[in-house]
C-alpha cells in the first residue's frame, strides 16, 4: 500500500490485509480515521507478539527472581502473611460481645430505679406526682378518650385546652 489515500479506500471498503494493518500501524493520522469506522481497528494496530525488554528469557528469569527473594523473606520473618478468616471472624464476634455486654452494664448501673410508692397498689410501679381529675367541663376544651366505651382496662384520656397552664 503505498499512501494514506489507498488506506482509506481500503478501510470504507472493509478490507483488513496485512499491508492495510502496516499502514495503520506506521499513520496516526489514518488510525484515527479507522478507529472512527471501526473502533476494534485500535487493537489491530497493535500488531504482533510484544517483546519485554532484553527478551523472554530475561524477563522469566526477573519474574522467578522475585518469587525466589519474597519466599526467603517470608521464610526469615517467621510469621505467617494471612490470618485466617476463622480467626478473624471469631475477633470480631469477641469484640462485638464485648461491646454489647459493656453497654448492657453500664445501662443498667446507670438507669434511673422505679421505687413503687408504699401507698400504691402492688401492681402500680410508677410513682404519680400530678393531680388525678375524674370530671372536667370546659366549653374551649377538645377531650379525647380511648378506648371510648365503658372497660375495667385503663383509659387514655386527652384534653386540649388552651386556658389551662402548661405543666398540668
Not at 400530678?130 to 375495667?152: K, L
Request: a negative charge; glycine letters at 6%.
Amino acid at each position: 500500500m503505498t499512501g494514506c489515500l489507498e488506506f482509506r479506500k481500503a478501510i470504507a471498503a472493509g478490507t483488513d490485509d496485512a499491508a492495510t494493518r502496516e499502514h495503520l500501524r506506521a499513520c496516526a493520522d489514518c488510525l484515527a480515521v479507522a478507529v472512527e469506522q471501526d473502533p476494534d481497528s485500535l487493537f489491530r494496530a497493535i500488531g504482533g507478539e510484544i517483546l519485554p525488554p532484553g527478551g523472554v528469557d530475561e524477563f522469566t528469569s526477573g519474574v522467578m527472581h522475585q518469587i525466589r527473594m519474597r519466599e526467603a523473606e517470608q521464610r526469615l520473618d517467621g510469621r505467617p502473611r494471612q490470618v485466617s478468616p476463622w480467626i478473624g471472624w471469631s475477633v470480631a464476634a469477641t469484640l462485638a460481645v464485648a461491646v454489647l455486654t459493656g453497654s448492657m452494664a453500664y445501662r443498667s448501673r446507670f438507669a434511673p430505679q422505679i421505687v413503687p410508692s408504699p401507698l400504691a397498689p402492688v401492681a402500680t410501679v410508677a410513682v404519680m406526682d400530678r393531680p388525678i381529675i375524674e370530671h372536667y367541663d370546659s366549653a374551649g376544651a377538645f377531650i379525647i378518650e380511648v378506648p371510648a366505651e365503658e372497660t375495667s382496662d385503663i383509659r387514655l384520656v386527652m384534653v386540649f385546652d388552651e386556658s389551662l397552664p402548661a405543666d398540668l
